[in-house]
């Protein structure tokens, strides 16, 4: 019930851009298990519709991790970086997808992020020094069927 009232007592534009960021990750989850990730990467790479500024960028992802600790099952890394993909290029931001490989003895860990301009946006600076990306931009990659 306090998370509801806290929720209520959001701005009106904060509320909706919760709504928002929740809608977008559940469906990035959706169709992440549903059609795969090279099809669900062509549809978050559809053509913007509107620009935006770049001072969304921190409160974008600052939504989308918190809508990812309210969607059912929670929300991975890669799930949590294809729905603010989405978001930003549905508001004419360029941002890329970026998935690196990383050793944790004794195993290999896979991490996914989202970059705009070779700057990480939701993740630490140093996200690409402790896993290294593959390379180029997933975005726009082929993958064999």
Do not use: Q
Not at 49 to 59: I, N, V
């Amino acid at each position: 019930m306090r998370k509801l009232r806290t929720f209520l007592a959001l701005p009106g534009a904060e509320r909706a851009a919760f709504l928002e960021a929740w809608f977008r990750v559940c469906t990035s989850k959706l169709a992440l298990h549903v059609l795969g990730l090279p099809r669900t990467l062509a549809w978050h790479s559809r053509a913007p519709d509107r620009g935006a500024a770049s001072r969304e960028l921190p409160r974008a992802a600052r939504w989308i991790g918190v809508a990812a600790r309210y969607t059912p099952g929670g929300a991975s890394c890669l799930v949590r970086s294809l729905a603010l993909l989405g978001l930003l290029r549905r508001r004419g931001i360029a941002a890329a997808l970026r998935v690196g490989v990383g050793r944790t003895a004794p195993c290999l860990e896979a991490h996914a992020w989202v970059e705009l301009d070779g700057l990480p946006v939701n993740d630490a600076a140093d996200v690409a020094a402790r896993y290294p990306p593959f390379a180029g931009s997933l975005l726009g990659a082929r993958f064999a069927p």
